[in-house]
């Protein structure tokens, strides 16, 4: 129990006598410490409880808490000389215990009782009652502890301090600590999980309170208990007595007063504590919290409100570690004021960061974790303040004002803090105020704390998906790409969505959009796999029902809770085909150049990859060039409350829309899908235009498997590109087709071998051939034979590689065609 600023040692285990504390050495008096349950029984009565309230733990647990705590009674106005009952009167400020007990208070009370104990005489009993909220069993935590020590006999009984709360004490073990624990900081704002376990132990177990448990918490903030009304009225009487005496009337009692006044300023402290609470916090946005934060204590407390954070909460980064010093800059974030418009901007402009000298009451602020109260800022001391502002005079901002500076703390680290700034004709800060403004920075220190962490945690998770996202290039073989991918709108707004292409063997190019069910972490990482796992089966140019079967089987292998819809299509720009495959995805819709017509593809729907045990079907579509084929998540068309219908008709009309650009496209896809509200998933699209390659850009040949037919396949090559007047890659492409055909030709079975050459964005030539095995790049020595055929592939190729084909394999390079 906090008496001023005492600072005497805690009573031993020697204390649990319940001997009273002494009023001149005491700085800690014991508490009994009550739990009652939602049903209004008692399930917990501390040894403290047994001391002061006369009743054993074994009679206690599961009685009515109203048959044994002090509660609202009827005690005469009149009679000073009638016994307390078990049950006494209130006596003190704010509601009665019974109204906590009954549930019908929902923030923390306390007061005063007296009542009659088994063999002892009245006690005297100050009382705290803090509501739990939660799921948990437990209502209402109470805390009462015998005044008898506390008290002035000669003036009155009234008590030695001006002010009382109860603290608390940190060890022991208690099966309901852990849950209270984690309660606990829903009661006092600005203390941490582990510290309050801590608390809750002992209290519950001893009922042995510390002189301060955290340096800021103060709540409830406790009136001045004064006088008690038994002391009142035999005071009140005998005015009453020497005013008929005199004949004259009865003054008004300045102690009624007094006490009415204070009862009514603490009462709206606890308003406005109240009301703040309410008004912060309503959003995960941290420049909105900011905003709210400052806003929250102008004009009402304050005439101007200055918040700094450190840099790494304005940076979303991890929680800032280390106690700040004279090199920690502080981000000036918001600055709220009732000055006229516009004087506070060019001084301190908000956005600004600044390091603090150890000098000023800021920096004490941040390193001690405590309010600074400064009454007054003096010209001393305003000077020294202004000094750290380079050509700016702020000294007639702050000169003669009262400041109180409170830091905002989360898990004991300063996060940041407030500069509260009064007017010189407003009434100084006090310590009331001090606490006040303590109160209120811990509950707005923890909210930015929550936006801290849901800023981070997001840009982790945007990070993490895209990361997963493909980059995939604006052209491929035949075609033109461009995607768009929007984040889900709700909270974790990582997802399973992906997109991608992979280039394929005969310059073909495979389509892949995809949907993980679920969101989060989890269906991010699942989509990530099933990804890589796409990319790799298509490598091996698997037919598309074929694929789909292939990764149904490893999602039911990788575990039960992968599931996902996949729409794969493969695009042969030189037979004008798409070959498409569907496992349980929305349609692609497909817009015809010729004349602007769009339609949604009809597939074979297919079941979810992960099902298991479905079949699934291709097709294969015509095209021609220019023809766009758009390919989208449900998170586009699908709205809550509405038909899919009413988006997929929304999809084909807007992929109609004809537009300058492949982005243009895309965007008004978004704009006319994403405008409806309602919104929740993730969103992927993929658009591509199937421009085709024409026949006069491709040349085919096959050889037969002998050695002699590499100078053949080096001629045609040659005349070829004379012809398409590619002169200047003669020489580097003949001596690779050499390599590469003389490879085949070694290597194959029975078939022959294949050449191709396409002319496109590159120059692309594929070498085929009937062996399944692929050629790896090997170090060849002097005297080595074979083994530099890739090598000499791979230093003269723009790019090349290899891919396993349904009769053996393909090998192929790309050349850089030569500016015109």
């Not at 912060?280 to 806003?295: A, C, F």
């Not at 101007?304 to 980064?317: D, K, M, P």
Request: aromatic share 4%; hydrophobic share 40%.
């Amino acid at each position: 129990m906090d008496h001023g600023t005492e600072r005497d040692a805690p009573f031993g285990r020697g204390a649990d006598s319940g001997a009273a504390a002494e009023p001149s050495g005491a700085g800690r008096v014991p508490l009994a410490v009550v739990l009652v349950d939602r049903a209004g029984l008692v399930s917990h009565w501390s040894a403290g409880a047994r001391r002061l309230f006369g009743a054993a733990k074994d009679e206690a647990i599961g009685r009515p808490a109203l048959d044994l705590l002090p509660v609202s009674g009827a005690l005469p106005e009149v009679d000073d000389d009638l016994p307390y009952g078990d049950h006494m009167t209130y006596d003190g400020l704010g509601p009665g215990l019974e109204t906590s007990l009954d549930g019908q208070l929902s923030h923390p009370a306390s007061g005063r009782a007296r009542l009659t104990v088994p063999g002892r005489d009245r006690a005297d009993v100050l009382w705290w009652a803090y509501p739990l909220v939660g799921p948990g069993r437990e209502r209402l935590l109470v805390l009462a502890a015998d005044a008898e020590g506390l008290l002035r006999p000669d003036q009155g009984d009234r008590l030695l301090v001006e002010r009382v709360a109860p603290g608390f004490a940190l060890h022991t073990d208690f099966p309901g600590a852990e849950e209270l624990a984690r309660r606990l900081p829903e009661i006092l704002p600005s203390m941490s999980v582990g510290e309050s376990a801590r608390i809750v132990a002992q209290v519950l177990e001893l009922g042995y309170p510390v002189l301060e448990f955290s340096q800021n918490d103060r709540v409830p903030v406790t009136p001045d208990w004064g006088v008690s009304r038994r002391v009142q009225r035999r005071a009140r009487r005998e005015r009453a007595a020497r005013a008929a005496a005199e004949g004259r009337p009865l003054p008004p009692d300045p102690a009624d007063e007094g006490e009415d006044l204070e009862y009514a300023a603490v009462r709206e402290r606890l308003e406005f504590l109240n009301e703040v609470s309410g008004r912060i916090g309503t959003s995960l946005d941290l420049s909105r919290t900011i905003i709210e934060v400052s806003k929250a204590v102008v004009p009402r407390f304050t005439d101007v409100a200055g918040t700094y954070l450190r840099e790494q909460v304005v940076a979303g980064e991890g929680f800032p570690e280390g106690v700040p010093d004279t090199t920690t800059l502080w981000h000036r974030v918001a600055v709220e004021h009732t000055d006229e418009p516009g004087r506070w901007d060019d001084v301190v402009p908000v956005g600004e960061a600044m390091p603090f000298p150890a000098h000023t009451p800021f920096f004490q602020c941040m390193t001690t974790g405590e309010p600074v109260l400064v009454p007054r800022i003096s010209e001393q001391m305003g000077h020294a303040i202004a000094s750290q502002f380079d050509k700016r005079d702020i000294r007639p901002l702050i000169t003669h004002r009262s400041m109180l500076v409170v830091p905002l703390k989360a898990r004991n680290v300063v996060l940041g803090f407030m500069i509260l700034l009064r007017h010189p004709e407003r009434a100084e800060f006090n310590d009331m105020d001090r606490v006040t403004g303590a109160e209120l920075a811990a509950r707005a220190g923890l909210v930015l704390d929550n936006a801290r962490m849901y800023t981070y945690q997001e840009a982790v998770a945007e990070t993490l998906q895209d990361s997963m996202l493909p980059h995939i290039p604006a052209r491929m073989a035949g075609c033109d790409i461009a995607t768009r991918y929007l984040p889900g709108t709700l909270l974790g707004r990582v997802g399973g969505d992906w997109f991608d292409s992979v280039k394929l063997p005969g310059a073909r190019t495979a389509l892949v959009v995809g949907d993980v069910m679920g969101h989060g972490l989890n269906s991010a990482a699942m989509m990530g796999q099933l990804r890589t796992a796409v990319q790799t089966m298509a490598a091996l140019d698997l037919p598309p029902a074929r694929l789909l079967r292939n990764l149904d089987d490893l999602a039911q292998r990788l575990g039960e809770t992968y599931l996902a819809t996949c729409l794969y299509a493969v695009y042969d720009p030189i037979a004008g085909e798409l070959h498409l495959a569907n496992a349980g995805h929305i349609p692609p819709v497909l817009v015809r150049a010729d004349d602007g017509r769009s339609e949604l593809l009809d597939l074979p729907t297919g079941a979810p990859i992960g099902v298991g045990g479905v079949p699934f079907e291709a097709v294969r579509v015509r095209v021609g060039p220019g023809d766009r084929l758009v390919m989208c998540t449900d998170g586009l068309v699908e709205v809550r409350g509405e038909d899919i219908g009413v988006g997929l008709a929304t999809l084909c009309e807007s992929a109609a829309h004809p537009a300058a650009s492949m982005d243009d496209a895309c965007d008004t896809i978004i704009r006319a899908l994403n405008t409806r509200g309602g919104r929740k998933d993730d969103v992927a699209l993929l658009m591509a235009r199937l421009n085709g390659i024409a026949p006069e850009d491709v040349a085919e040949w096959r050889f037969p498997l002998d050695p002699a037919q590499v100078g053949r396949a080096r001629a045609v090559v040659r005349e070829q590109l004379h012809d398409w007047g590619l002169a200047r890659l003669v020489d580097s492409a003949e001596l690779m087709v050499s390599e590469l055909v003389t490879n085949a030709v070694r290597h194959s079975h029975a078939q022959p071998v294949a050449l191709r050459l396409v002319r496109g964005d590159t120059l692309l030539c594929e070498v085929d051939d009937d062996d399944h095995d692929l050629p790896t790049l090997l170090s060849a020595g002097p005297r080595d034979e074979a083994g530099r055929g890739l090598r000499v592939v791979s230093r003269l190729a723009r790019e090349w590689g290899t891919s396993r084909t349904g009769g053996g394999k393909s090998v192929w390079f790309e050349l850089t065609l030569p500016r015109r």
